[in-house]
Each structure stands twice: as C-alpha cells, then as structure tokens.
C-alpha cells in the first residue's frame, strides 16, 4: 500500500482515511468552538449592564438556545469524534476503522446539519428562542418557524452520532492486533467503547422527541399539550432521559484522555486502571437513572425526588474514584508540568468545582433555591468549560505533535493554560454568586444589585474567547512549523500509537503488530 497521501480538495470530500477524517472533525470542532463562543460574547456583553439593550430580548434568547446547541452537537461531540477517529485505530493497532466509508458519511453529516441549525438567521427568522433544552410548550405552541429547521437539524446529528458509534464499537471489538484483550486496552478506547454504546441507548429517544414535537406542531397531535391530553411535563422527562446521560457522553471520552495525559507526565502506570473501566461502566449505567434531578420542582412525588437525589448523589461516587485515582497516579511520581499535564491538572480541580457543585443541586430542598437560576449555569460551565474543555485542550497538545511531527512554542502554550485558567474563573465563579443570591437564568436583565458581578463575568468571558486564539497560534506551529521532531516526543507516553514513526505516515497498520504481555491494565 503507498503512504503517499492524495492531493486537492476532492482529497477531504472523498476521504475514507481515519485521519484525515479526525482532522475535519477537529477543525470543524474549532470552527464551531469560535461560532458559538462569539454568541457567548454577545451574550455576555448583552449582561454587562441592566439595562444595555445591546440586542433586542427575543435575538438574546435566540442567542442563548444556538450557543447552547452548537456548543454541545457542533463543537464538543465533532472534537471527540476527531479524537476518536484518530487514535483509537492507533491504540488497538488497527489499519482504519471498521467501516471508513460509513465514517465518511457520519462527518459530512455535520456541516449541513450546523447550517440547517443557524439558517433561521439568513432567512428573516425568528431562529428557535426557547433555549437549548427547547420546552414544549414553547417550542410546539408557540415556538418560530425556525424550530422545524432545529427538528430537521437535531435528527441529522443524531444520524451522525449514531453511524460514529456503530463503526467505533465495531472497529474496538473486531480489528484490535493480536494480543490485545479487552482489558488491556487504554482507557481512552474503554471510555469511547462505553461512549459509544452510551449514544446508541439515548440518541433515537431524543429522535423520537422532536418528532412528536414535530407532530404536535404540524400534524394535530397532542403528545405534549395539556389541552389535547398531553403532558409538557412527558417532555422534560423524555428530554433529560437523553440530556443527562449526554453530559456522560460528553465527559467520558474526555476522562479517557486525561487517564492518558497524567501517567505519562507522572512517569507512572495508572493507579487502579481496572477500578478506572468499572468507574466509566458505573458512570454510564447510573447516568440512566438521574434524569429527574432536573425536575425536582415540577411536582413530582416526594419518594421520586428522593430516588433521585439519591441516585445523583451515587453517580458523584466513581467519578469521585477517578479523581482519586489520578492524584494517585501524581502522587510521588516524576512529574514535568508541560502544556499537556498543565491542561490535564486544571482540568482535575475545575472539573471537581463542576463537579460538587452538581452534587448540592441534587441536594432537593437545596434545588429549590438553586433551581433556574445563574448556580445552575455556572455549575454546567465549570464542567463543560472548565472541564471538558481544558481536557480536549489537553489532548490536542498531547497528540497533534505526534501526528504532524512538529512542535509548538511551549511559552504560548503555557500562557494559553494561564489566561483560560484564571479567566474563566472570573467568568463562572461569579455566576454561581448571583446564582446563589436568587439571579434567574436565561434573563437579559437583572436586578441593579447583581451588577457587579455581572461585569466581572463579562470581562472575564472576553479574555477567555480572546486567549484561545493562542491555542489556535500554537496549533498552526504544529502543522506548518519548522521544528522538526524525532521519534521521542514525551518520554513517560507509553501505547502502541508511540511506537510509530514521527510524523505518522498516511497508512498505519498495514500488518497488524502483536501485542505481548500486559501494556496496560
């Protein structure tokens, strides 16, 4: 097979190769990041002063459901896919995936189904304004024009994620090389194993959601209208049945690479790597049964919302193991903080800070306090920002020297680690303040007295968007770069995908390599 990779455009419409394919979900990733990063900045700015009117209360609204959707669909899920289209052929020393010409199809999905999302705007609107979990009734009574366009979009990324998790389960339980068993794989492929498996449980209810959202606008059907005989309130359940385990969804992969990251810059194995698979299982198995923690102030029985504040507080426990096993693996080993390990490490205490947060919103009577109010935003930023951001960060600087064979500039790295950490601090932090005093979410006005920190947050927020653009400088030193690399890149990075030549040549694999003894677990 000849490693000369094709030439022109037709090169990335037509590709059927595994890495070419993760590259164009990563970079449709960033671009993504940028487009509902800028609509967070608008967002932001809208809130910098009570009374700013910088746009009109129905376009904010519109704002915040876009950003939401696009962060989740357009920005998170493609750069895990990329993640997972890119290494895990290369951990379990296969030569592509299981079925390339289906992972073709899964990615091009996505960009026509982002345009379908925002067309509302380019088409006079009103673009979906009922925020990123879309309500019913607000979203089938009263929901624009624009929501069909949402409905159409939602099924298209559901396709997508559903097609990428068939060929991931296929290409982890059929073409690993000889001698690799299911309990010496990486982490990262366990946790995309159980991903994987995860999408195909929960993506179709959510398709079946929209469609009778979709019925219920179009088609006289009463599924979630009281007057006909329905139930808003099936919508919420129906609703966060998919959305809680899709916070898993977006985490797990993410635990997967930091469970990567911090044994080879602590120079050490993994600590209790076994109790890291049973942790991802029992993450995924109990994330079925919290959905209802959304919901404690709907009227829902008492003995259901104590089920389900005790389950969600369960749920806290093998996250929890994961955590201790990480510190761990840090603990007396010889650790060298570069920019990955430095990404990995905040990722550690900002996920935790999202992390007991969510814990005192399971807390019932507690929930009423907090309940709809800015706690619950800063709560899913601090894990979804501070977190799983920090985690693909992570990742990126971890692995795409490897890939390209060249090296970005340590020094911009560091200080893109400095400024996210510190600026979205002052960005969340004071959201869980105004939370905790009673601001409600989801508003483009406040009280005079939540000022304050209010402009705290914004400015914070500005200098979080701006100091990405560092990551995207030291990501163009890696492909277009100079420095050359040799075949040691981190030196404590242990895996099949590190035994492979620098960069990595179009084709690998081509004759799988036999694995002996235990690599991993």
Same mark, same amino acid.
């Given at each position: 097979? @000849?490693?000369?990779?094709?030439?022109?455009?037709?090169?990335?419409?037509?590709?059927?190769?595994?890495?070419?394919?993760?590259?164009?979900?990563?970079?449709?990733?960033?671009?993504?990041?940028?487009? &509902?990063?800028?609509?967070?900045?608008?967002?932001?700015?809208?809130?910098?002063?009570?009374?700013?009117?910088?746009?009109?209360?129905?376009?904010?609204?519109?704002?915040?459901?876009?950003?939401?959707?696009?962060?989740?669909?357009?920005?998170?899920?493609?750069?895990?896919?990329?993640?997972?289209?890119?290494?895990?052929?290369?951990?379990?020393?296969?030569?592509?995936?299981?079925?390339?010409?289906?992972?073709? /199809?899964?990615?091009?999905?996505?960009?026509?189904?982002?345009?379908?999302?925002?067309?509302?705007?380019?088409?006079?609107?009103?673009?979906?304004? #009922?925020?990123?979990?879309?309500?019913?009734?607000?979203?089938?009574?009263?929901?624009?024009?624009?929501?069909?366009?949402?409905?159409?979009?939602?099924?298209?990324?559901?396709?997508?994620?559903?097609?990428?998790?068939?060929?991931?389960?296929?290409?982890?339980?059929?073409?690993?090389?000889?001698?690799?068993?299911?309990?010496?794989?990486?982490?990262?492929?366990?946790?995309?194993?159980?991903?994987?498996?995860?999408?195909?449980?929960? #993506?179709?209810?959510?398709?079946?959601?929209?469609?009778?959202?979709?019925?219920?606008?179009?088609?006289?059907?009463?599924?979630?209208?009281?007057?006909?005989?329905?139930?808003?309130?099936?919508?919420?359940?129906?609703? /966060?049945?998919?959305?809680?385990?899709?916070?898993?969804?977006?985490?797990?992969?993410?635990?997967?690479?930091?469970?990567?990251?911090?044994?080879?810059?602590?120079?050490?194995?993994?600590?209790? @790597?076994? &109790?890291?698979?049973?942790?991802?299982?029992?993450?995924?198995?109990? &994330?079925?049964?919290?959905?209802?923690?959304?919901?404690?102030?709907?009227?829902?029985?008492?003995?259901?919302?104590?089920?389900?504040?005790?389950?969600?507080?369960?749920?806290?426990?093998?996250?929890?193991?994961?955590?201790?096993?990480?510190?761990?693996?840090?603990?007396?080993?010889?650790?060298?903080?570069?920019?990955?390990?430095?990404?990995?490490?905040?990722?550690?205490?900002?996920?935790?800070?999202?992390?007991?947060?969510?814990?005192?919103?399971?807390?019932?009577?507690?929930?009423?306090?907090?309940?709809? $109010?800015?706690?619950?935003?800063?709560?899913?930023?601090?894990?979804?920002?501070?977190?799983?951001?920090?985690?693909?960060?992570?990742?990126?600087?971890?692995?795409?020297?490897?890939?390209?064979?060249?090296?970005?500039?340590?020094?911009?790295?560091?200080?893109?680690?400095?400024?996210?950490?510190?600026?979205?601090?002052? $960005?969340?932090?004071?959201?869980?303040?105004?939370?905790?005093?009673?601001?409600?979410?989801?508003?483009?006005?406040?009280?005079?007295?939540?000022?304050?920190?209010?402009?705290?947050?914004?400015?914070?927020?500005?200098?979080?968007?701006?100091?990405?653009?560092?990551?995207?400088?030291?990501?163009?030193?890696?492909?277009?770069?100079?420095?050359?690399?040799?075949?040691?890149?981190?030196?404590?990075?242990?895996?099949?995908? /590190?035994?492979?030549?620098?960069?990595?040549?179009?084709?690998?694999? &081509?004759?799988?390599?036999?694995?002996?003894?235990?690599?991993?677990?």
């Amino acid at each position: 097979m @000849a490693d000369e990779a094709p030439t022109g455009l037709m090169r990335w419409v037509t590709t059927t190769n595994h890495k070419d394919i993760g590259t164009l979900y990563l970079l449709f990733s960033l671009a993504m990041f940028f487009v &509902s990063g800028a609509m967070a900045l608008v967002i932001r700015t809208e809130l910098y002063r009570p009374d700013l009117m910088f746009v009109s209360p129905l376009f904010y609204n519109q704002l915040v459901t876009s950003h939401g959707l696009i962060m989740i669909f357009g920005a998170i899920m493609p750069a895990l896919a990329g993640y997972a289209n890119w290494q895990i052929p290369l951990m379990i020393g296969a030569a592509d995936m299981a079925f390339p010409r289906l992972n073709n /199809w899964s990615f091009w999905l996505l960009p026509f189904a982002m345009l379908l999302l925002v067309s509302p705007y380019f088409m006079g609107g009103p673009a979906p304004d #009922m925020g990123w979990t879309f309500y019913a009734p607000l979203s089938t009574t009263y929901g624009p024009p624009g929501t069909d366009a949402m409905i159409f979009a939602i099924h298209m990324l559901g396709i997508s994620s559903i097609l990428a998790s068939i060929n991931i389960i296929a290409t982890i339980l059929n073409l690993r090389a000889p001698g690799m068993s299911l309990w010496n794989m990486p982490i990262f492929v366990w946790s995309w194993l159980i991903t994987a498996f995860l999408i195909l449980a929960i #993506m179709p209810v959510l398709a079946g959601t929209v469609t009778m959202m979709l019925t219920d606008r179009h088609f006289g059907t009463s599924f979630f209208n009281a007057a006909g005989g329905g139930s808003p309130l099936l919508f919420e359940h129906l609703f /966060w049945f998919f959305g809680h385990p899709e916070v898993y969804v977006l985490a797990l992969p993410v635990f997967g690479i930091i469970s990567e990251i911090i044994p080879a810059f602590s120079r050490k194995p993994l600590f209790g @790597a076994t &109790s890291m698979i049973y942790a991802i299982i029992a993450i995924a198995v109990m &994330s079925f049964i919290v959905w209802v923690h959304h919901m404690f102030t709907t009227g829902v029985y008492l003995s259901t919302q104590l089920f389900f504040m005790y389950t969600t507080m369960i749920v806290a426990v093998p996250t929890g193991v994961k955590v201790f096993n990480w510190i761990a693996t840090m603990y007396k080993g010889s650790i060298t903080l570069e920019p990955p390990m430095m990404f990995a490490v905040g990722f550690v205490f900002l996920f935790t800070i999202g992390g007991l947060t969510g814990v005192m919103l399971a807390i019932v009577p507690a929930d009423y306090q907090y309940h709809a $109010t800015y706690f619950v935003v800063g709560h899913f930023h601090y894990v979804i920002v501070s977190g799983l951001y920090f985690g693909l960060v992570a990742g990126a600087y971890y692995w795409v020297p490897k890939w390209t064979g060249r090296m970005y500039n340590f020094k911009i790295a560091a200080m893109h680690f400095w400024l996210s950490l510190i600026s979205s601090n002052i $960005t969340f932090w004071p959201m869980l303040l105004v939370g905790l005093a009673g601001m409600p979410r989801r508003i483009p006005d406040y009280n005079l007295q939540f000022t304050d920190f209010n402009q705290l947050a914004t400015m914070g927020a500005f200098a979080f968007g701006i100091s990405q653009i560092l990551f995207v400088v030291a990501m163009r030193q890696c492909i277009f770069g100079k420095k050359k690399l040799g075949q040691i890149i981190w030196d404590g990075a242990k895996g099949l995908e /590190w035994t492979l030549p620098t960069p990595l040549p179009y084709h690998t694999f &081509s004759k799988p390599p036999k694995v002996k003894g235990k690599t991993y677990v």
